[in-house]
C-alpha cells in the first residue's frame, strides 16, 4: 500500500532498524525495489531524484504509484534531494508521499526558512517532508577536528534546526558521500556523532551515501567491459551500527546503477547476438533484486512489515 515518509520511517526509528530508500529510473528498478520488499515483507522507500523526474516525469511516477498502490508491503515515493520549495510542491501534485528539501548548502537560518516553507505546505497536505544539516562528503579519518566539524552535522544545530522547521526526518552528514568512490578502503563514519544526534533528536535520521559498492559487483562490472576506479562504500558493519544510533532511512542508488548495468553488459557480452530486451533487462533486474535483498538483510527492516 502507498503510504507516507512518516509511516515507514517512525516505526523504523523506534524499532532500531533501517528502512532502504531506493532510487529509480525506470520499471524495472522499480520492480526489483517492491517485489523484493514484498518477498521479504519490508517496508521501503521508492525515491526519484529531480533528474529522475526529467527522465521519466509523471510516466514513471505513476508507474511507481500503481506498483506502490498494489503492493502488499508499506511504500512510500520520495522526491531525492528536492532543490526548492516550487519542486517540492510539484512532486506532492504528481502524487509523491514524501519529499526532501534539501537546502543545506545555504546558511542555517536560510536553510531553516526554505525548509519550514515546504513542511507547512506539506503538513497543510499530509505528506511528510526531509531536510538536511551540514555538508555531506568523505571525511579522511586522520582530517583534523575543527575541519570534520565545518562538514559534520553538529548535535546542537540539530536539535535547534528540528524545533524551528518541525521536519519529519533529519539527514545529517557523518562521514558518507555520495558515488561510487566514497573514500579510501573502508569510509570513515562518525559513530559517536550519530549516537549524540539521535539522544538529543527524536525524530528518524537519514544517511545519505549509503551505496556499499560491494567488491563483487565491481569485480563482475570490471569483467563485463566496464571501466571503474578503486571504488569504495560503505561497510555492513558501519551502516548497521548506524541504525542502532537513531539511522532510519537509508539512501542507496549507486548500487542500483552498478547492478543494472553488470546486468546489461553480461547479456550483451556474452550473447553478442542477444536484441530482445526482456533477456536484457530481465537478468539485470534479478542482479538489482539481490542487492536489495542483501541491503534489508543489512538494515534489519526483512519482516517489519
Ligand atoms: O544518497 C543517495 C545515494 O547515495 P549512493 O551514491 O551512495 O547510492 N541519494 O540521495
Ligand atoms: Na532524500
Ligand atoms: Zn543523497
Redesign the pocket.
Known amino acids: 500500500m502507498l503510504v507516507t515518509g512518516n509511516d515507514i520511517l517512525v516505526p523504523a526509528r523506534a524499532g532500531k532498524y533501517g528502512v532502504g530508500a531506493f532510487?529509480t529510473n525506470n520499471m524495472e528498478i522499480t520492480q526489483a525495489i517492491i517485489h523484493t520488499a514484498e518477498k521479504l515483507r519490508s517496508p521501503v522507500i521508492v525515491?526519484m531524484?529531480e533528474g529522475a523526474i526529467k527522465y521519466g516525469g509523471q510516466d514513471l511516477a505513476n508507474i511507481v504509484i500503481d506498483i506502490a498502490t498494489r503492493a502488499t508491503v508499506p511504500v512510500a515515493l520520495h522526491l531525492?534531494?528536492g532543490s526548492s520549495y516550487e519542486n517540492a510542491l510539484k512532486a506532492i501534485k504528481m502524487g509523491f508521499t514524501s519529499v526532501m528539501i534539501d537546502a543545506s548548502h545555504h546558511s542555517f537560518e536560510e536553510n531553516v526558512r526554505e525548509t519550514r516553507r515546504v513542511v507547512e505546505a506539506a503538513h497543510a497536505m499530509g505528506i511528510s517532508v526531509e531536510s538536511e544539516l551540514g555538508r555531506l562528503g568523505g571525511i579522511e579519518e586522520h582530517v583534523v577536528v575543527d575541519e570534520k566539524d565545518a562538514f559534520l552535522t553538529d548535535p546542537g544545530e540539530a536539535v535547534q534546526f528540528v524545533e524551528e522547521t518541525g521536519t519529519d526526518y533529519l539527514a545529517i552528514a557523518i562521514g558518507?558521500s555520495?558515488?561510487?568512490y566514497?573514500g579510501k578502503g573502508r569510509p570513515y563514519i562518525d559513530q559517536a556523532r550519530i549516537e549524540r544526534i539521535g539522544e538529543l533528536v527524536s525524530i528518524p535520521l537519514v544517511a545519505?551515501?549509503?551505496?556499499g559498492v560491494p567488491a563483487e559487483i565491481v569485480g563482475r562490472f570490471r569483467d563485463s567491459g566496464g571501466e571503474i576506479g578503486d571504488a569504495a562504500?560503505?561497510a555492513d558493519e558501519d551502516l548497521r551500527l548506524a541504525c542502532q544510533h537513531g539511522i532510519a532511512k537509508v539512501?542507496?542508488?549507486?548500487?542500483l546503477r552498478l547492478a543494472m548495468t553488470v546486468g546489461v553488459r553480461e547479456v550483451l557480452t556474452k550473447n553478442p547476438k542477444e536484441f530482445d530486451p526482456r533477456k536484457v533487462f530481465g537478468p539485470a533486474r534479478e542482479v538489482m533484486a539481490g542487492i536489495v535483498e542483501h541491503k534489508m538483510g543489512v538494515l534489519g527492516s526483512v519482516g517489519k512489515a
Open positions: 532510487n525515491q531524484s531525492d534531494h558518507t555520495h558515488g561510487a566514497k545519505h551515501g549509503s551505496s562504500g560503505i539512501n542507496v542508488d549507486t548500487d
